[in-house]
């Protein structure tokens, strides 16, 4: 039993195998980057006129900034469950407008049967 999870271990997928399995089916790795200014405010003293008078000077740096976005695909499983959701929410749509139908062609029916009653209690 020892030997049995020893080979296991020894013989298991790699990190590596795993990854590209993954790029065979579909995993796309895209590179976003966004731009940052970064401004700060030096100051800087400067003696005019037997006076200490502070100059400010605006410096701005911009710095860009990558990152890795993973677009993992979905599974066969994930698929099957959203269409058959889709295919639900479809399916009761459909019957809510057939039983709104329905309610009202018995509404107007009820509507329309009037003289039968007026008759009815006149004779």
């Not at 710095?63 to 469950?81: A, G, M, S």
Request: charged share 30%.
């Amino acid at each position: 039993m020892k030997y049995l999870v020893l080979l296991l271990f020894v013989y298991s997928c790699s990190a590596k195998w795993h990854y590209n399995k993954a790029i065979k089916k579909g995993l796309e790795i895209t590179t976003k980057s966004d731009t940052i200014r970064i401004t700060t405010i030096d100051s800087v003293p400067v003696v005019k006129h037997d006076t200490i008078i502070y100059e400010k000077f605006y410096t701005s740096k911009d710095t860009v900034i990558y990152y890795k976005d993973v677009y993992v695909p979905k599974t066969i499983r994930e698929i099957r469950i959203e269409n058959k959701l889709i295919r639900d929410t479809i399916r009761i749509k459909e019957n809510a407008k057939e039983n709104l139908a329905k309610e009202e062609t018995k509404q107007t029916k009820a509507e329309n049967n009037w003289y039968k009653k007026f008759l009815l209690g006149l004779v």
